[in-house]
């Protein structure tokens, strides 16, 4: 017979994940989850196929399986052997795979990102990022761009298509590098559905494990059928309870007998594993004595049974709806559902999240809501685990629902709420570092015309002036408290209206804050520490007292106004026109006419009216909520183009965005204000720098 293929890999190593981009990923594998695991038996006969399947996996995609699988200590990772099958479909891949071994990967950086992703249904800690535990282990699958960086095929065996390098690669295998979770699906970390909670759904979990043993048990069968050339004695009965001495096969000492008794209890430890039981419950179950396969089947439902009694009393079944999500949706092949998942949804809609589904008729009162997730039956304030509606539930969890909730009415509100965005228009957001020192807006200038550069001449240092201006990060915030009294009384109305009020708060903050530049020190703005001037001064030749008018006069004259101010330190016309001419309400209507807004076209020619392009743009009107003088006008130049006002947000250090602001959830309500004063606070935080860099593609004018 031909000597089949070998491989040596890492399956999972304990650590962070990573994304697409090889950044530190959002969820981490612990050590103990894999040891724990491996000394279960769940790597066991670990499937490989080549590539993840998008349902069930398929028998001709099977690469091989995974024999020898231990825990490495020096290296932190579950270590083993693929014996490769041998078919049309397979020798492909196989032969590929020995290539790339013969080119040196992984132990080089040019080879392709090849390497073995694990499937398994994880337990999460508390905080719904930490894996505690596998419950499960699927495949250990060949693919590309793993999200575990030292997940890794290490060297190749000898077979049918010969010695493909038995050696052991230089670097990045054994260690060194961050070693990450062998999660497979790629996506935006924001995209990926991952959940918070740790529990299978009970029925799911006991189908798939039924089909495991049936497998196993017809395996078992086979094995135990073995021949031998001398007739075996009687097998003696065992006790049920497992008391008493007992000697397989009528305590014949010979070798069929311990071979035997070493296939049975291979066999059970083989059933126990494959449970999915809680590991406590599988060593339990390894210390009993079991006559037969079907004695092992037995205990382990009942078990089972004594599992789900326990957890009767505090799960439910909402609206006739599960909780638990499919677990064959790819979720980073993390195949688990959240039983969080209604709750999630009837907190959304008690805070008036859009598309959000109506509650099952018991739990249409927020207060019955509030008992399902905190137990606290007496609202007192205090997390009763013994009285949960809602299996995962944790001290922090109404909390961290609710912010959940409100963060998505924030976000529709933001959207509807366009007349006080009209900052975004005309502001530059830039990115930072994360801290929050003082921000620098800088502005470049100064070389003017290039000089003439004579045949074999030398070039000329050309000096490059610049100008810059500080802004300190500012934050702002409070919290808002949902009472018990609203809870009690499900005042839905007031739940809904706080985040909505949260979103009005931060735009109305944001606008006014860009809108004190231009009315700063009675209308001159602050004052520019590269002059010690202000803002708008005659010296700049951004500052007049001129009305807008019934006509395009006025903003003729600041457009030219604006297209001729001076480059830093050279003299050179800036040349840029202003894009946005910013009105008080009550200019709005005469600033639409004179900009040729309005139904049909003009009669005359009129050069507002018109768009000629990015360099002379038509100009478009924005109103400033925040100005209280019926007078006064500005413009301003389009920031793509040349940025004047510039804002920075700590929570988006990125920049190119206006975030909206963050929420915080209290962080026990066995604490603080839910404990003293009967609230559950909700924290926002709303953190920017802004400030301009000068006087140039920005006017105002301050009519008398």
Known sequence: MTERRSFKGRLIAAGPTRTMLGEAGRYTVTAAAIREAVVAGLFRGLACFADHAPGTPSVRRLVGVWTDVVWDDGQQAAVGTLRAYETATTRPVLDLLGQWLEDGAPATAAGPDLGVSLVFYPRLGGDGRTVTGLAMVESADL??????????????????????????????????????????????????????????????????TKEIEATERVTMQEAL????????????????????????????????????????????????????????????????VYPSAEAVY?????????????????????????????????AGSIRLGDPLDEARELVAFFFGADGAAPPPPNLRHFADLYVALTGDIHFRGVFDGTRLQFSGATTTTLAN???DAMNKVIVQQFQALDHYRWYERIASVEPN????????????GGIGNLPTVSEG?????????????TASFVKRGGYVGITREMIKNSDIMQLQAIPRALAVAA?????????????????????????????????????????????????????????????VNSGKVLGIFPRFLLVPAELYDTALSILGYGEGMPTTYTPEAQDRGFADPRPIPLVVPDWTDATDWAYIVDPAVYPVIQMSYSQAPGGRRHPIPELF?????????MFTNDTLPIKVRDEFALGVNGHRGIGKRNVA
Request: net charge negative; aromatic share 6%.
């Open 457 to 469: 001449g030398a070039y000329t240092e050309l000096s490059v002036a610049d100008v810059t201006e």
């Open 143 to 208: 693919v590309m761009f793993p999200a575990c960086e030292r997940a890794r095929i290490l060297a190749g065996g000898s077979g049918a298509g010969g010695d493909r390098g038995r050696r052991e690669p230089a670097c990045g295998l054994a260690g060194g590098g961050e070693p990450v979770v062998a999660f497979a699906s790629w996506q935006a970390e924001d995209e990926i559905p991952f959940y918070s909670h740790s529990e299978l759904k009970q029925q799911e979990m006991k189908n798939m």
């Open 298 to 330: 037995d205990a382990v439902e009942r078990a089972r049974g004594e599992l789900a009694a326990l957890h009767e009393g505090g799960v439910v079944q909402l609206g006739g709806r599960s909780r638990v999500r499919p677990g064959h949706g790819h």
């Open 507 to 567: 735009l109305r903050t944001r606008s006014a804050a860009v809108a004190a530049l231009f009315t700063a020190s009675s209308g001159i703005g602050p004052t520019l520490s590269q002059d010690s001037k202000a803002l708008f001064h005659a010296d700049h030749s951004n500052l007049a007292t001129t009305a807008l008018g019934t006509d395009a006069t006025a903003w003729r004259a600041a457009r030219k106004e604006c297209f001729k101010h001076a480059e």
């Open 665 to 673: 959830a209290v962080v026990s309500e066995t604490s603080g204000l």
């Open 225 to 288: 059928a073995v021949e031998t050339t001398a007739p075996l004695p009687e097998k003696e009965s065992r006790p049920a309870n497992g008391a008493g001495e007992f000697t397989p096969w009528g305590g014949a000492d010979n070798g069929v007998a311990r071979w035997v008794e070493a296939l049975q209890s291979a066999a059970t430890t083989a059933i126990i594993a494959s449970s999915g039981l809680p590991v406590t419950v599988q060593q339990r179950l390894r210390e009993g």
């Open 401 to 403: 629902l609710a912010v």
């Open 433 to 444: 570092d994360g801290r929050l020192h003082a921000m620098k807006w800088i502005t470049l």
